[in-house]
């Protein structure tokens, strides 16, 4: 079975552009997260969906944005691009949202952005 | 805001050594998970622990929960270079509503032959 896939892999853009990253999760996989980890960092929550709802939200600003489609694969916006986003966004997906539930969450290989 | 703080940050050690990685917080965490992430890649679940004083095995692996759930440990026996990565703890929050990680700083690992 395929794993977490992202795309692109690798992506250059300059700032103030806008950039959408885009995830598949695991077959039966309702649960999609996204996180931002910059360079020799840990990753950093950015929004978990759940069914298409938009069940978390980390302490992102409002230039972040994501979306579930009915297949339950996600998309991350960013908006007016900055220096700082530059990051590896990785994509988690897992089976269920219950909040109580500690699911493991399996992550792809992220998408590589770099901002000019 | 929850943090979780790794030691030591870098670690570079011969093959067959022994070593702890450290995960240690101020907050309770309901679950713990650790994982391993390889340059290029996304990280990998190695076990999760959730019951305060809990120790899990993997191999050559002992992972160990604290018993008041803040703080963790990774024990590796006999380091082999296959070992050599970015190792990450994360927690979850407890009573957040959703599912979210706090993850910790890092712990880069060098298992030199």
């Known amino acids: 079975d395929a794993g977490v896939t992202q795309s692109p892999t690798h992506l250059i853009k300059t700032r103030g552009q806008h950039v959408t990253l885009r995830c598949s999760p695991i077959?039966?996989?309702?649960?999609v997260s996204w996180y931002q980890q910059v360079l020799g960092q840990g990753p950093q929550f950015i929004f978990q969906?759940?069914?298409?709802?938009?069940?978390g939200r980390g302490n992102f600003p409002d230039r972040f944005s994501a979306r579930q489609f009915p297949n339950y694969s996600s998309e991350l916006n960013v908006n007016a691009l900055l220096l700082g986003d530059s990051a590896l966004y990785l994509c988690?997906?897992?089976?269920?949202?219950?909040?109580?539930?500690?699911?493991?969450?399996?992550f792809g290989d992220g998408t590589r952005l770099s901002i000019l | 805001t929850q943090l979780l703080e790794q030691s030591p940050q870098f670690l570079s050690i011969q093959e067959g050594e022994n070593l702890t990685v450290y995960c240690n917080s101020s907050?309770?965490?309901?679950?713990l998970q650790w994982y391993r992430q390889e340059p290029g890649e996304g990280p990998v679940l190695l076990v999760t622990?959730?019951?305060?004083?809990e120790v899990k095995k993997l191999k050559r692996l002992t992972f160990q929960f604290g018993d008041a759930r803040k703080d963790s440990s990774l024990h590796i026996t006999a380091a082999q270079t296959g070992d050599t990565g970015l190792y990450l703890c994360?927690?979850?929050?407890?009573?957040?509503?959703?599912?979210?990680?706090?993850f910790g700083t890092g712990t880069r690992l060098l298992v030199s032959p």
């Open positions: 988690a997906s897992s089976f269920i949202h219950a909040s109580y539930s500690n699911q493991p969450q399996h």
């Open positions: 077959s039966g996989h309702k649960s």
């Open positions: 969906y759940y069914e298409k709802e938009e069940r």
């Open positions: 907050s309770v965490f309901s679950s």
């Open positions: 622990v959730v019951t305060g004083g």
């Open positions: 994360a927690g979850r929050p407890p009573d957040t509503g959703f599912q979210k990680l706090v």
